[in-house]
């Protein structure tokens, strides 16, 4: 029975103040509520636990070697029986922020330990294609960094030039990927953390439309522009790991039934279609266009224009129609993501709180975490998420709900100018990211977070666009360019390809056409 010695404080805390006959009556139906709350059966006998006979893990452990950090932990997981051979004799590593039951998931970061119950919906779905996984690949700190200083493992080198950035946050995934460690990686990306790191690592990335993949069993960032997606050597590959992974599960509530089924999760005889053309008719029929605002990036490196530009000339070469095409609104939507990550993105990726979702939810880590976060638990947190986290707290007290709102309803409007153009346009074609890899902080060095931070200024203004929006992008390695900070290395960069929504098979097609028609490194 709940008392009013124990409600006052509460109600003085929020600054409520109560007659002493409502107070009786408030404590008495606080008191139900408590005991409905105590009836509750216990959550833990409806999660989707795995089958460990089916999915048996062993060899877990911390490697020696991190492969350049790229490893946050090893382990060996088979399936027993595959349901199909889609990805037979395939490796994957998944990403340090997904569930796998029984291995340490670090999210990047300190801040909890947690060793989680379950498995995530794509995990089991690539283990029954066939596949074997055979670890978890660094990630940033929280997953809200989009350079490779910040993991709890330590730094990830990138694979062309050691002390330089592999990108974030999937920055393990993008090394393990270009170095061969493993066939295949997932990344997962809010904001371009797949791309990143593909851009950076010369590997492909697609961030999938939102909702084709389920994101059950992954650490969220926020619902809203959450998306998990492969990381592969090859276009092929990277068609065989989504055709693998897409299709809905019936527990995220990003995803719809509708039109997500049959044909339409079919992406690899597209690609073999495609690329067993001759090579001036392979992309017949196919209409480019090519972003014009997504060159007017502030900073953008001129090396890398030259390479993407030069990238789309050759699209012509092999059938497609190239024309110019506009979206105004693009040059506005980073400052929209950057207004509308704060509230929803701290309250869900830090603090664990996904109220109002339909989804699986891994309450035994928030509640490791509470309601806020510990001096302790905020000084475990890289550069990016400590800003996120305190910007929460000011858009909390300052702002409130409606700002969170008024950007949401903003995106709208940015969303519809892509629909528009894609109306006119198969895809449309960008720069990956504007400059190239920047160079790591010397470790041990104690730079504040401005300046840290300051190396990636305009690094998502044509990839986290698309977070929002929910199309598909990939990332396509189209040539190497010399470092900003020493000319004499060279380091990737990348063309992206956004396509209509549900329409990732046209970006694989395409970036397919590209890929066996020229080769990257010598472009």
Known sequence: ?????????????????????????????????????????????????????????ADIHIPEDAESGAWAIKV?????????????????????????????????????????????????????????????????????????????????????????????????????????????????????????????????????????????????????????????????????????????????????????????????????????????KMLQGIKVGVLNESFEIPGQDPNVVASVKSAIEGLKTLGATVEPASVPLHKGAPLLWTCGLPLAGARQSLLGDMDGRKQLYMTDRAELVGSRLTQRQFDALGPGASNVYISYLWVQETYGAKLHGQVMNLLKATS????????????????????????????????????FLARTVGLIANTCPFNNSGHPALSLPVGLVPAREDPSIRLPTAMQIVGRKYSDVDCLKVAAAWEKAYDWKTF
């Open 1 to 57: 029975m709940v008392t009013k010695e124990q409600l006052l404080p509460v109600l003085a805390k929020a600054g409520l103040k109560l007659s002493e006959s409502d107070l009786e009556d408030y404590t008495t139906l606080i008191s139900g509520l408590d005991d409905a709350i105590a009836s509750l059966p216990d959550a833990r006998n409806v999660l989707p636990r795995p089958d460990l006979s089916r999915y048996p893990r």
């Open 76 to 280: 060996t997981v088979k399936c027993t029986s595959p349901s199909s051979n889609l990805l037979h004799g395939k490796t994957v590593a998944l990403k340090d922020n997904m569930a796998l039951a029984g291995v340490r998931c670090t999210n990047g970061t300190a801040m909890v330990e947690w060793v989680p119950e379950v498995d995530a919906t794509v995990v089991t779905r690539v283990l029954d294609a066939g596949a074997t996984i055979v670890g978890k690949a660094a990630c940033e700190n929280s997953c809200l960094e989009g350079m490779s200083a910040t993991a709890v493992t330590g730094q990830v080198h990138n694979p062309y030039a050691k002390g330089y950035s592999a990108g974030g946050s999937s920055s393990g995934s993008g090394r393990l990927v270009a170095t061969g460690s493993v066939d295949l990686a997932f990344g997962c990306d809010q904001g371009g953390s797949i791309r990143i790191p593909a851009s950076s690592c010369g590997v492909i990335g697609l961030k999938p439309t939102w909702g084709l993949v389920p994101y059950t069993g992954i650490l969220s960032l926020d619902a809203t522009i959450d998306h998990v997606g492969p990381m592969a050597r090859t276009v092929r590959d990277t068609a065989l790991f989504l055709e693998a992974i897409a299709g809905p599960d019936g527990w995220d509530d990003r995803q719809s039934a509708l039109g997500l089924q049959g044909d339409r999760l079919k992406f690899v005889t597209h690609v073999d279609e495609v690329t067993s053309r001759e090579r001036f």
């Open 416 to 451: 519809d100018a892509y629909d528009k153009a894609l109306d006119k346009f198969d895809v449309l074609v960008m720069p990956t990211l504007p400059y190239p890899p920047p160079q790591l902080p010397k470790i041990g060095s104690e730079e504040g977070p401005l300046k």
